[in-house]
């Protein structure tokens, strides 16, 4: 089975607590997902973002997360799920991955040029994030990925890097990254197609946007939850239970793993807070991932890059592989 997956970075509002909202579904309920939510688009909304929230718009929002909802439910395998990491795990764990990906190339002997090496950054810490949360979901799936475009990834989708005379892209790359952490780390999760991790405007992928809108409506439930209120937040936590109460989200205690520091939300215990308000099992979860760290070692992290290979004189001279 492949999945569709949709992924939007999130934070509170003084990045506090950062992370990203996932939305992955089968191919058949993203496709109609896909399919159907722009008819729910009234009111001048051009699209679903959880910053455009007005009250006079609380109607299609709550009609687009019950969609998201039925859809999730159609297929086993598919899940919403949000994962907060604390400040400091936050610039842990970037760092980690973006080193993951700097000495995985490095050691296959291939110098990535800075511009793109700068867009493959922004990407891997996403995609790891996809691995852990994913782990129950099977190695026998595929996932196929769309992560919300920026400034710096633009050209994402159109790059390539020019590696022993041939053009590899960035999708490729980053997809054989994925591939060879999740050999190592998280064999369970789905593996990913060729070239299938691709960047796009939110405007442009309802998927995106629902990862932004769960994003957004999980934190403000769960500042809701803590005490924290406000007319505008309070009606985003009522969408939000309104959509997925069912699923026994007010029987989990955010309190045990998350506090408000000042108007901010604020992890307890160094690591990631994962919620999961829909996973296709008629149940909720969380989980404090604080005991969780990537596998390190002294001299260094990376992954073995098979295929990307240079000889022993390129692998001393540090130097690209020539395309000539």
Known sequence: MDFKVGMDEFGTATQ????????SLAEPQATAFTEEA????????????????TRKSAGPFRDFLTLLKVKCGESPGNFITCTLNGKRWHEEFTGFAERVLEQSFLKAGIAIPEPELAMLRQVVSPLFTYLRVAAHIG??????????????????????????????????LAGMLYRAYRKQQFPSSPNVVKDAIQTASDESSPLIQAADVVGNFSTAYVFNRLGKQSKANDLKAEIFHSVFGEFGIDGIDHSAHVEMIGDDLSLKHPGAYTFAPSMNANVARNSCESGWRPATTRN??????????????????GRSPRSD
């Open 139 to 172: 190695g026998e799936h595929t996932a196929t990925f769309s992560l919300d475009d920026s400034k710096v990834m633009k050209q994402f989708n159109a790059a390539t890097v020019g590696i022993r005379g041939k053009d590899f892209s960035l999708p490729h």
């Open 16 to 23: 506090e607590s950062e992370g990203w909202a996932i939305v």
């Open 300 to 317: 260094g992290m990376s992954c073995s890059m098979p295929g990307l290979r240079c000889s022993p004189a390129e692998r001393r001279s």
């Open 38 to 53: 722009p008819s729910l688009l009234s009111g001048g909304l051009k699209s679903f973002h959880g910053k455009d929230f």
